[in-house]
Nanobody, 128 residues
């Protein structure tokens, strides 16, 4: 059974940084894509970033480009989200999710509907 466990959230001041981790277990992840999403109170879950497990190709939402960086450690089966220059609007619960995609169409990769496995989420709060 696939399990995704996020960690690394917390409270940070605006301009600060955090690194989120998502530890995956339960199967081989070759060919899968790991995504990060976030959901703020009263808002829909939105795409943040994703990485193809095998090739390492990355995708980012425009709102985080240049500030966030996604990476993976294939030995540890862990995906990281380095978040720099944090803003108050980055405050949300962050989730990692696992999906399979046969194309690079960003609209598909950015939709939470296309991910079958989810972690429990980790809270990120940025104080201004």
């Amino acid at each position: 059974q696939v399990q995704l466990v996020e960690s690394g959230g917390g409270l940070v001041q605006a301009g600060g940084f955090l690194r989120l981790s998502c530890a995956a277990s339960g199967r081989a992840f070759t060919g899968y894509t790991m995504g990060w999403f976030r959901q703020a109170p009263g808002k829909e879950r939105e795409f943040v970033s994703a990485i193809r497990w095998t090739s390492g190709i990355t995708y980012y939402a425009d709102s985080v480009k240049g500030r966030f960086a996604i990476s993976r450690d294939n030995v540890k089966n862990t995906v990281y989200l380095q978040m720099n220059s944090l803003k108050s609007e980055d405050t949300a619960v962050y989730y990692c999710a696992l999906g399979v995609f046969s194309s690079n169409i960003i609209a598909l990769i950015a939709s939470p509907l296309n991910y079958g496995y989810w972690g429990q989420g980790t809270q990120v709060t940025v104080s201004s």
